[in-house]
């Protein structure tokens, strides 16, 4: 059983920051990404920012600048850093975990793990 455990979420003000942590447990096999999408009210889930197992990130543009990913592969843990937040920012933040795993014959299977979500609330 896999448990993505989220924390750090809460209320900040305009310009304010806040710092997401996400920690897996149980067996993910091989993580291939992390990463964290949100979804506001009446509105479809979208990426935020997401990391590879080489280190690459992907930013939301609107993020640019402001936000940061950061991960520890061994500690099954991963970040967000989000700096210089706004009321558009305001959001249920979920974190995301895709991995791999090689059967003893070679075949691959991909797994897709997601946690509750935190709500980040930015005030004006």
């Known amino acids: 059983q896999v448990h993505l455990a989220e924390s750090g979420g809460g209320l900040a003000q305009f310009g304010g920051s806040l710092r997401l942590s996400c920690v897996a447990s149980g067996s993910v096999f091989t993580i291939t990404s992390m990463g964290w999408f949100r979804q506001a009210p009446g509105k479809q889930r979208e990426l935020v920012a997401s990391i590879d197992s080489n280190g690459h990130t992907t930013y939301l543009d609107s993020v640019k600048g402001r936000f940061a990913i950061d991960r520890d592969i061994p500690r099954k843990t991963v970040w967000l850093q989000m700096n210089r937040l706004r009321p558009e920012d305001t959001a249920v933040y979920y974190c995301?975990?895709?991995?791999?795993?090689?059967?003893?014959?070679?075949?691959?299977?991909?797994?897709?793990?997601w946690g509750q979500g935190t709500q980040v609330t930015v005030s004006s």
């Open positions: 995301n975990v895709e991995s791999e795993r090689v059967s003893d014959i070679g075949e691959s299977y991909e797994y897709d793990w």
